[in-house]
């Protein structure tokens, strides 16, 4: 859990209604629960008791239920005709229930409904559950902006209410939604300050870091790529954006109205659209020459391949207050990267690097280990590429990296729907919901999730020895060390039975 910037979805759903006439209240539970518990002596079990379903300590149970029956009673208090609850992941599916359950324990005649990507392209049929027991009264699927105003008005039948069948928006839905209204947040709870990876950075590192609040901001939906193991095409099949300029001034605008100079985009990646990215970064830098503005945003961008960025584009990016980029490299090799779909070398990773050194721009790398081709090879040139790039973690360049956990195959993604195709198989859990983490490949039958597991630790130690900060690094070990538990006998069994 990280609080750098507030949840979006909120205040640009309130934006909406508010827009068509609506009355609406935002609640920030996300801020609540981080810091009534970032500072407990238990907080890394209480922050994994999201991600982990097998989870059992009732001490921590019981201090979650009882946090979640204050917002609960907070919310009953309201007296609204409904309650929506965003559900940004799988990790909110836990607490999401919980507060559902508390409220209508309180209130059985409260509506509720869910909404966000956490119950749209899941394994698992989360809200259909809910409503057949009763804990919701309607579900939305995919984006809401649009559905949000026809459930206001009771329209059930409407794609995406109560089904999957939901609607994509156009870019004309885009282009003309309202900015989101975050009156209603406390913006003091959120910026680096109140990041958790951060604070550990600046005592591991002895690099000041700036408190700065920070509020999102969308430019785009969808993506230029189409990686493997990504569901970002199956929610936006055709990459969509707002307008370089319009941001921009969505930017400065905001930047006046909440006295904020930090931004942090939503996109799945800022520069998808060169034309467009080009015309927001020359904006801003021109506006923060002639006000001495100094706003500053962060986000995930794609570094690309044959010096596409030239040089004039990393002074723009550079101008116009790029101060942290988070890009997905996913792996150490050349080879597993462009089977993923990320058509990038080392050499140009190094290239990019190289120009965020030289314009003091910092970056956030995504890794994934255990791609399901990955052999022990590729595993060695993982290790190469920690070794080649360290001088670029000890000047900060990489300010730190995510390794995560290891692949999981998710719905709706390319490398789900190729399974046969590359020999990967599910093993089948005989309680409970398919695991997206139980899968083995026949055509790279050594790569269990035993080995998988191990080359994540190694990894991690490895890349640590050689000056990299993970800063999630417990938290991420915390919860393979969980699902191993569920998980290995279900493995053993089903390699037991392929040997026989």
Same mark, same amino acid.
């Given at each position: ?38 500072? #407990? ?42 309650? +929506? ?24 005649? %409260? ?54 069948? $939901? ?15 975050? !009156? ?21 590192? %002895? ?10 901001? =969308?430019?785009?939906? +969808? ?40 931004? #942090?985009? /939503? ?26 503005? @100094? ?5 995930? $961008? ?20 790029? !101060? ?16 993923? +779909?990320?058509?990038? =070398? ?12 030289? #314009? ?5 790398? $995504? ?5 399901? /081709? ?14 080649? $790039? ?6 900060? /360049? ?13 719905? @709706? ?12 198989? *599910? ?18 039958? =050594?790569? /269990? ?15 640590? %020895? #050689? ?26 069994? *089903? ?6």
């Amino acid at each position: 859990m990280n609080l750098l910037y507030p949840p979006p979805a909120p205040g640009l759903l309130k934006s909406i209604l508010v827009a068509n006439h609506y009355s609406c209240k935002t609640k920030d539970f996300v801020a609540d629960f981080f810091h009534s518990f970032r500072n #407990h002596p238990e907080w890394n079990k209480i922050d994994n008791w999201n991600a982990l379903p097998n989870f059992n300590d009732p001490k921590i149970e019981k201090i979650i239920s009882s946090k979640v029956e204050e917002w609960a009673k907070e919310i009953v208090e309201f007296d609204s005709a409904w309650v +929506g609850i965003s559900i940004f992941s799988y990790e909110s599916h836990k607490i999401g229930k919980l507060l559902t359950e508390k409220i209508k324990i309180i209130n059985p005649n %409260q509506k509720i409904f869910l909404g966000g990507a956490g119950i749209t392209n899941v394994r698992t049929p989360y809200p259909e559950e809910l409503f057949d027991q009763g804990l919701i009264d309607a579900y939305i699927t995919g984006e809401g902006e649009q559905s949000i105003l026809e459930l206001a008005k009771g329209n059930f039948d409407y794609p995406g209410i109560n089904n999957r069948n $939901f609607v994509k928006l156009e870019k004309k839905h885009l282009d003309s939604m309202p900015t989101g209204d975050y !009156s209603d947040y406390d913006l003091t709870l959120y910026g680096k300050e109140n990041l958790g990876i951060y604070n550990d950075l600046q005592s591991l590192t %002895q690099t000041f870091v700036e408190s700065e609040n920070t509020l999102p901001i =969308t430019g785009s939906k +969808g993506c230029v790529r189409a990686c493997s193991y990504c569901d970002v095409p199956y929610l936006w099949p055709k990459f969509t954006h707002r307008g370089g300029i319009e941001v921009a001034n969505e930017i400065i605008e905001k930047s006046k109205k909440y006295g904020v100079r930090k931004f #942090h985009f /939503t996109d799945s990646l800022v520069n998808g659209s060169m034309k467009e990215f080009r015309l927001m970064c020359s904006t801003l830098a021109k506006y923060n020459v002639d006000k001495n503005a @100094n706003i500053v945003w962060t986000g995930q $961008f794609i570094f690309r391949p044959n010096r596409q960025h030239t040089q004039e584009d990393w002074d723009l990016i550079a101008q116009s207050g790029a !101060s942290y980029l988070e890009v997905g490299l996913e792996s150490g090799s050349d080879e597993i990267r462009f089977q993923m +779909g990320k058509k990038l =070398t080392n050499d140009d990773i190094e290239h990019e690097l190289g120009n965020c050194r030289t #314009h003091k721009i910092t970056t956030f790398p $995504f890794f994934i280990v255990g791609y399901p /081709t990955e052999t022990d090879q590729h595993f060695y040139e993982y290790k190469q590429w920690f070794e080649r $790039f360290k001088s670029f973690a000890e000047d900060k /360049t990489i300010l730190s990296l995510e390794l995560g956990g290891t692949l999981r195959i998710q719905p @709706n993604t390319p490398d789900f729907n190729n399974l046969p195709k590359m020999g990967v198989e *599910f093993i089948k859990t005989e309680h409970g919901p398919q695991d997206d983490l139980l899968w083995w490949n026949k055509n790279n039958p =050594t790569l /269990t999730l035993a080995k998988r597991f191990w080359r994540r630790f190694t990894l991690g130690k490895f890349a640590k %020895q #050689h000056g990299f900060i993970l800063p999630s690094d417990k938290k991420d070990l915390t919860f393979l060390w969980a699902k191993w538990n569920q998980l290995k006998d279900i493995e053993r069994k *089903f390699l037991d039975e392929r040997k026989n």
